[in-house]
């Protein structure tokens, strides 16, 4: 079943923060978040493996809620460079499936 | 280090026509290996994903088939295109998608005409 993204898209103006929300139907085993550009391919940003868990790396981070089957991804002080389109992807448990179910996607653009 | 390599970039293709992409990965062995197609501002639809060599996992039935018939190589096609299977293919692979991320390959642009 595929995770829900929200919102479906947002503007921002570049040094204003945003969230984006992935929310599952089903347990969460693992959670991937990435970034794709305009006619590139996505680029993975991070796996989120337990529960509780935390992750970041310059100025984007994410946590995994496993009880309420979610995750957000936070992007602080937003740069230019962070417009594109958001996927997350829920990951499969060890005797699943060995694929990823991607959400739909979060349109980001972040203006001057 | 691992890289993936997908070809050709860019394709335009008329009606009918067979299609074959190819899609390679370099520094890694056994991975798992899988292609997307991506409509105009749409999501990643997974269309197939193979764990080994011979073994594929179909998830749209329509007239595209994949083949792997070498461990780092993983095959897209088709015998006669239709136009809605114009759109973004994407090849991608991982160690284990439970534990690690996808790397995705530059993609093929698909026009069929």
């Known amino acids: 079943q595929q995770p829900v993204q929200s919102p479906q898209a947002v503007i921002l103006r570049e040094g204003e923060d945003a969230v984006i929300n992935c929310s599952s139907s089903k347990a969460l085993y693992s959670v991937h978040w990435y970034r794709q550009k305009h006619g590139e391919a996505p680029v993975f940003l991070m796996i989120l493996l337990k529960g509780g868990e935390q992750k970041g790396h310059d100025k984007i981070s994410a946590s995994f809620n496993e009880k309420k089957q979610q995750s957000s991804l936070y992007l602080t002080a937003s740069q230019l460079s962070y417009s594109g389109t958001y996927f997350c992807g829920t990951g499969p448990t060890r005797q699943g499936a060995q694929k990823l179910v991607f959400g739909q996607g979060t349109r980001l653009t972040i203006n001057p | 280090s691992q890289t993936i390599h997908q070809w050709p970039a860019t394709l335009v293709q008329p009606v009918g026509s067979p299609l074959s992409l190819e899609c390679t990965v370099e520094g890694t062995s056994n991975p798992n290996l899988y292609w997307y197609r991506q409509a105009a501002g749409r999501g990643l639809q997974l269309l197939f994903y193979?764990?080994?060599?011979?073994?594929i996992s179909s998830e749209v039935p329509q007239n595209l088939s994949a083949s792997r018939p070498q461990d780092r190589q993983f095959i897209l096609s088709s015998k006669k295109l239709l136009l809605s299977d114009s759109g973004f293919y994407l090849c991608?692979?991982?160690?284990?998608?439970?534990?690690?991320?996808?790397?995705f390959g530059s993609g093929t642009r698909l026009t069929v005409v």
């Open positions: 193979s764990v080994g060599i011979g073994q």
């Open positions: 991608a692979w991982s160690r284990d998608p439970g534990l690690y991320g996808y790397t």
